[in-house]
């Protein structure tokens, strides 16, 4: 839901809704930070892509770079940062909005930082087909093995079993059906990017089964 509705479902202030969703985000990151601290989510398979979204209007993108481990579906690391203008909005937006950084890389390479910490000596990546990510994963995990594959199923497929990247695809699709502001068609918007973060942060927590505690 968005933060509204839970304040009025809670019979609370979005005010203390705001508050409690940054604190708890602040818990989920340091839970996770210990998590990969101490060990617990070494892995020798793990699958990487991203997703797009956007922040106030379509007009400005957003990529949400994301890791996996394979065989137990649990995320290793998330970053979102801005994305350039790009389709047929592109144009409107420039004129609108100025110039626009595109910091996708950088997403990227948080992800890929956060995915060394968590290989084994054996680490394999497997990734979609994106040419970026030939240059970049060798740089940023040297040893590992990078394994991309080519999208060849039908849509239509509701799923395909021979998918390589199957558990990303399904956290992906959990991502857009459980957060509001993720979904395909809505009306509930990101309208700061670090809020995003936060909102992506508790969703490790959710996903991975911890345990926050104040």
């Not at 994301?66 to 144009?91: H, N, S």
């Not at 990078?146 to 199923?153: D, G, P, Q, S």
């Not at 957060?179 to 068609?185: E, G, V, Y």
């Amino acid at each position: 839901m968005s933060q509204r509705r839970i304040a009025i479902v809670a019979g609370t202030t979005r005010k203390t809704v705001g508050r409690k969703f940054l604190f708890t985000a602040m818990l989920a990151r340091q839970e996770h930070e210990s998590r990969i601290a101490g060990g617990k989510l070494k892995t020798g398979l793990a699958q990487f892509d991203e997703m797009e979204t956007f922040e106030h209007t379509r007009m400005k993108p957003v990529t949400v770079a994301i890791a996996v481990r394979a065989k137990t579906g649990e995320i290793l690391g998330i970053r979102c940062a801005e994305l350039g203008y790009k389709g047929p909005l592109a144009a409107m937006a420039r004129q609108k909005y100025g110039y626009r950084e595109d910091k996708s890389a950088s997403a990227v390479q948080g992800v890929l930082e956060t995915l060394q910490r968590c290989a084994r000596s054996n680490l394999k990546v497997v990734t979609d087909a994106n040419p970026r990510y030939r240059l970049c994963i060798p740089r940023a995990l040297p040893g590992a093995t990078h394994a991309f594959v080519k999208r060849c199923f039908e849509k239509t497929d509701r799923k395909n079993k021979d998918d390589a990247l199957f558990t990303l695809n399904y956290t992906a699709a959990k991502i857009r059906n459980d957060l509001s502001r993720m979904a395909r068609k809505t009306w509930i918007t990101t309208k700061k990017l670090d809020r995003l973060q936060a909102h992506m942060d508790l969703y490790i927590a959710w996903n991975n089964g911890y345990r926050l505690a104040a």
